[in-house]
Nanobody, 119 residues
Framework: QVRLQESGGGSVQAGGSLRLSCAAS??????????MNWYRQTPGHEREFVSS???????TYADSVKGRFTISRDNAKNTVYLQLNNLETEDTAMYYC???????????WGQGTQVTVSS
């Protein structure tokens, strides 16, 4: 079993920055083999993809965050990061990290960390 714990959320003004972290614990054997992902969700809306990073460090981003968000991972620390720059009010959401596994995409999920951006 893998547990994911997000941190780093908070309240910032538009144009500000935050750095989210997602630490994996539990059975992290071969953790680096699998993609790590970030999603976000606002009340009444479906969860949407934000970014992912594979074991080689190749990143993918949603069009809405390209050029503003940067995903990275530290396999030695079993941690994935999401740097959020030039935040917009539309980025306000609960941010979740998810980990792929042999069982399939985004098998494991964290509890989420809230990001609130005010104008």
């Amino acid at each position: 079993q893998v547990r994911l714990q997000e941190s780093g959320g908070g309240s910032v003004q538009a144009g500000g920055s935050l750095r989210l972290s997602c630490a994996a614990s539990g059975d992290t054997r071969c953790n680096y083999d699998y993609d790590m992902n970030w999603y976000r969700q606002t009340p009444g809306h479906e969860r949407e993809f934000v970014s992912s990073i594979d074991r080689r460090g190749v990143a993918t981003y949603a069009d809405s965050v390209k050029g503003r968000f940067t995903i990275s991972r530290d396999n030695a620390k079993n941690t994935v990061y999401l740097q959020l720059n030039n935040l917009e009010t539309e980025d306000t959401a609960m941010y979740y990290c998810a980990k792929d596994s042999v069982l399939g995409p985004s098998t494991y999920w964290g509890q989420g960390t809230q990001v609130t951006v005010s104008s």
